[in-house]
């Protein structure tokens, strides 16, 4: 394909006449809300849904969804199963190694430990994160037992159920849950900020589409349609661009 140079909606309509044939399978995970989920109606819903479906009417690309287990996210992009990921998934060293990445379109933020109680060990006793993320990435690099597991969902359990003594994610995970507990979990320590915000992860040799969605995420900073959003699925407190 022909090397794209151009910027904002010069690019756009570029990459839309070279993609318009083909379908663009955007991976997920569908279980880490409200960055994506899964619905009542059994339909992928939430913040990365909303935003992938608005870049792809931008390119004017046809773009099809596919849920995928978060511990194969990555191995099934480079096997060519899908052609993005748009899962949560924070723009690190270690994954830009493997593969290739757009600016962020979630600023930096920060994580943060819940547990059942304000003396909840979360510096030396057990903590749950989920397997593959930079949460247990950092959890294993201190002094707290790491206990990993396959979904967002059971880490929290393991605090419920007092396997662990804390859960360590994403702060914007974990406070809806925090505040629909009762008090039955609240956050302890400080937060930790970590990675380099989150961004849609390609291929490397799909230099083009990183490009366009690259391009389009950058024009959704300016117009202020991605802070829009932001603001809608995670609060006014949220930092914006």
Known sequence: MKTLM?????????????????????????????????DDNGELAGFEIELGNEL???????????????????????SSNYDTIMAGMSITDERDEVIDFTQNYYPPTESAYVGASE??????????????TIQAAHVAEGGAALIEFATPEETVAAVRNGEAD????????????????GGELMFVGDPVPLGG???????????????TFDTII?????????????VKWFGEEITTY
């Open 218 to 230: 950058g024009e959704m900073k300016e117009d202020g349609t991605l802070n829009e959003m932001l």
């Open 197 to 211: 915000g989150i961004g849609m992860g390609l291929r490397e040799s799909d230099t083009e589409l990183k490009e």
């Open 166 to 181: 804390a859960v360590f994610a994403d702060y914007d995970f974990l406070k809806p849950i925090v505040d629909a507990s």
């Open 119 to 132: 003396e909840a060990d979360f510096e030396g006793g057990v903590v749950a994160a989920q397997t593959a």
């Open 6 to 38: 151009m910027t904002g909606a010069a690019l756009a309509l570029t990459a839309s006449a070279a993609f318009a044939q083909d379908v663009i399978r955007m991976g997920t995970e569908g279980a880490y809300p409200p960055y994506n989920y899964i």
């Open 56 to 78: 792809c009417a931008r390119a004017e690309l046809t773009c099809e969804w596919v849920s995928n287990d978060w511990d194969s996210i990555i191995p099934n992009l480079v």
